[in-house]
């Protein structure tokens, strides 16, 4: 009942708002993965958008103005993995902090003595379970050096919130019916110890070398190239592509392969 009611709420909520097509256009051109979409799925993640908009709150950190095109790009962004699974799975909690560049998360662990070491850990973004959403924003070409293929600050995050819808980041989100864990297990455990060799050796990886730091990280990864890189991630793991791609309920790669199809959206 109390579902039914939150979603109602946050369809009434997007029904007051006023964005052109103009605005969308121009925060689209932004993101031109967005045109691997098929036709009819631009308006459905538009709508999706605003209702994202709708049930979460979204402040700017250390004197950052969020402007509106921010929270169209954002809430277009974090809603792409979900298009096809629903704004469900983003579900309790609201809270997302933008931030202006890169930002420090002071950390501590302890060693195996027990000695408990802290340090300042520079991120590009975090996701807390039960709890907020962390994000970078980068104006322009004002973005860090080095970044490989395929990064997408916001994608990452947002898997990582699907990765903890059973639990724990772990790399296995919770599966649909029908998609077999087995046959996830078989994709992924051989691409991210492959990976891992990889980056070890000291080989500049085309997709990003983070995702060997963690199972959960290389599912966040590995996401970001499915939705920005989709023919890379083919190349490189096609077995894991084809896992996300019954997970996410999409195929990019079939529409970046057809420049013909490319479009500009309006």
Not at 153 to 163: G, M, N, P, R, Y
Not at 229 to 257: M, N
Request: charged letters at 25%; one cysteine or more.
């Amino acid at each position: 009942m109390f579902s039914a009611f939150r979603n109602w709420r946050r369809r009434r909520a997007a029904d007051r708002m006023q964005v052109s097509p103009a605005e969308w256009a121009a925060v689209e051109r932004t993101l031109p993965f967005l045109a691997w979409l098929p036709p009819d799925d631009l308006p459905r993640l538009r709508r999706m958008a605003l209702e994202f908009l709708a049930d979460k709150e979204i402040h700017g950190a250390k004197g950052l103005v969020v402007t509106d095109a921010m929270l169209l790009s954002i809430a277009l962004q974090a809603c792409l993995p979900v298009l096809h699974i629903g704004l469900d799975a983003y579900a309790g909690w609201i809270g997302i902090v933008v931030y202006p560049g890169d930002f420090v998360i002071p950390r501590s662990v302890a060693d195996e003595a027990g000695v408990v070491h802290e340090y300042d850990d520079e991120v590009l973004g975090e996701a807390w379970e039960g709890g907020p959403v962390l994000l970078s924003w980068f104006e322009g070409d004002d973005i860090p050096a080095g970044a490989a293929e395929g990064i997408n600050v916001v994608i990452h995050e947002f898997a990582h919130k699907l990765d903890m819808g059973n639990g724990d980041a772990d790399g296995y989100p919770p599966l649909p019916a029908g998609m077999s864990t087995a046959a996830w297990t078989r994709a992924f455990q051989p691409a991210y110890d492959d990976f891992c060799a990889r980056v070890d050796r000291g080989e500049e990886t085309r997709l990003d070398p983070y995702g060997a730091e963690h199972p959960a990280e290389f599912f966040a990864v590995m996401s970001e190239a499915f939705f920005e890189t989709p023919s890379l991630l083919i190349d490189e793991y096609p077995a894991v592509y084809k896992q996300l791609s019954i997970y996410y309920r999409q195929d990019p790669a079939s529409r970046e392969r057809r420049p013909q199809d490319a479009r500009s959206h309006s």
